[in-house]
């Protein structure tokens, strides 16, 4: 039997990632985007005390737009006329390139110091546009990027139907079931030929033996019940709607069926909203331990077993929110905790390791070979898997190894406070099973609150003298 490993669904998200980048550097390349901008001009020895006019007379020969213009004193109560603020406080709409013109006038030539609140708390700081992301699985309609159009006329050289015309259009007619889906419909059903059926079969029973003794516990008891109640066996391949709506059941995500690889930005929101894009058709039956493409072998004995355990589901879908709204740089580094992570993770039970990844758990040699002491295993560390370099086209050289999925969630945590810079806060309601944002709050708005319940205490004390 054939030990070449299966190509998996995510062997070009990172990879996309990285196009996508290269791609919007270059058509951003003579344009400035244009974000939230939050600053302090302050007065000085050698300047007057400063007035609201002034400060907007300064800034309306630059192309920005002004959303908050606000005084400030050392002191609790305002002065009574605009004459006199020690500080004005400027929330704006501008590029970087003007705001570092502003500071120039202001510094230069009316000599007034400047401070840019982002440079206060660097972790709050962020210089990208923010691009619209789901906040609920109906949005997921809106988010079909694929990375190429699932025609045959895509299926080159190098896949195992390329002279296949029946295969071809097999897998096109599968694939439009996806493209006329929408959210709240039952995924239809695929009335699968004996090939994919035995195709399914060869991939399962090669596979089922192995996952005994290479498998982490999770996968083995959510496998085992899917077994028992009847969902998965050898004999036929599941459908996406039955499978579905028992992992709903389990710990909250929903299967949707998806035409081809969308791109990583897609992909990654959809786990965000507690979505896994799953594919239907199945690999060439001429080769079945191996696809160039992804198919629902990977998808169904890889991914959704570990999607049924509750603690996987929540990393899962912790990884997914971090990508909510990023810039493309930081795409390309979660896209790459997800490959070392949900894609080829492995983890330590009972002093052994045992694999928790899907890209390991649906490929028979790279089973074998991620538990052969071959490849290097070392401790997962977000830092380190974030910009680790990837094999897309053999074996992975590299592991990186999780004491608990409970302790890899809490490192991502930690790593996405230090790393992970966007204007907003970004939680999930499960009541609502959607997404909820919040603007953060900038050092001066903090800064605002506190002096607020200082004057409210001060009126307070007042009252009781």
Not at 42 to 66: H, M, P, R, W
Not at 241 to 257: A, M
Not at 304 to 311: A, N, R, T
Not at 420 to 443: G, H, L, N, V, Y
């Amino acid at each position: 039997m054939s030990t070449r490993r299966m190509l998996r669904k995510t062997s070009s998200l990172i990879e996309d990632a990285k196009l996508v980048t290269q791609r919007n550097h270059a058509d951003n390349e003579n344009q400035q985007p244009v974000s939230i901008q939050e600053f302090l001009i302050c007065s000085t020895a050698q300047s007057d005390k400063l007035s609201l006019s002034f400060v907007a007379g300064c800034l309306e020969n630059y192309e920005i737009k002004i959303k908050i213009l606000e005084g400030k004193n050392g002191k609790i109560h305002p002065p009574k006329d605009d004459n006199c603020w020690e500080q004005v406080y400027v929330s704006c709409e501008c590029s970087l390139s003007h705001l570092t013109s502003i500071e120039k006038t202001i510094t230069e030539a009316y000599s007034l110091t400047m401070k840019r609140l982002s440079s206060l708390d660097n972790a709050r700081s962020f210089h990208h546009e923010v691009q619209w992301f789901p906040k609920c699985a109906a949005d997921l309609d809106l988010c079909q990027h694929l990375r190429e159009k699932p025609d045959a006329d895509r299926i080159t050289d190098e896949h195992p139907g390329f002279q296949d015309p029946d295969y071809a259009e097999r897998r096109r007619n599968i694939t439009e079931i996806a493209m006329r889906y929408k959210h709240g419909d039952p995924i239809p059903s695929v009335e699968y030929t004996n090939d994919e059926k035995e195709t399914w079969r060869k991939v399962y029973s090669t596979l089922r033996p192995l996952h005994a003794t290479g498998a982490c516990l999770q996968y083995l008891n959510a496998i085992d019940e899917l077994e028992t109640c009847g969902l998965y066996s050898a004999d036929d391949i599941p459908q996406l709607n039955d499978v579905s709506e028992y992992l709903n059941d389990r710990t909250g995500f929903r299967l949707r069926p998806v035409a081809g690889l969308v791109s990583p930005r897609d992909f990654l929101a959809s786990l965000a909203v507690k979505v896994f894009q799953c594919t239907q058709y199945v690999r060439h039956h001429l080769s079945p331990m191996h696809t160039p493409e992804p198919d629902c072998c990977h998808e169904l004995i890889g991914h959704v077993p570990m999607l049924c355990d509750e603690e996987f589901a929540i990393f899962s879908q912790e990884i997914g929110m971090l990508s909510l709204g990023v810039c493309d740089e930081d795409i390309e580094k979660i896209a790459s905790l997800y490959w070392f992570t949900v894609e080829f993770g492995l983890c330590k039970q009972d002093g052994k390791i045992k694999a928790y990844g899907a890209g390991i758990l649906s490929a028979y040699g790279e089973l074998e070979h991620a538990l052969s002491g071959r490849p290097q295993l070392v401790e997962f560390d977000c830092d380190k898997a974030s910009v680790q370099p990837y094999q897309d086209a053999d074996y992975q050289p590299l592991y990186f190894v999780a004491s608990t999925f409970k302790d890899a969630l809490f490192k991502m945590r930690d790593y996405a406070a230090k790393t992970i810079k966007r204007p907003f806060d970004a939680t999930f309601d499960a009541s609502k099973t959607m997404i909820r944002t919040q603007t953060k709050r900038s050092a001066y708005d903090i800064t605002r609150a506190v002096e607020q319940i200082r004057s409210q205490v001060t009126a307070l004390e007042e009252l009781i003298i």
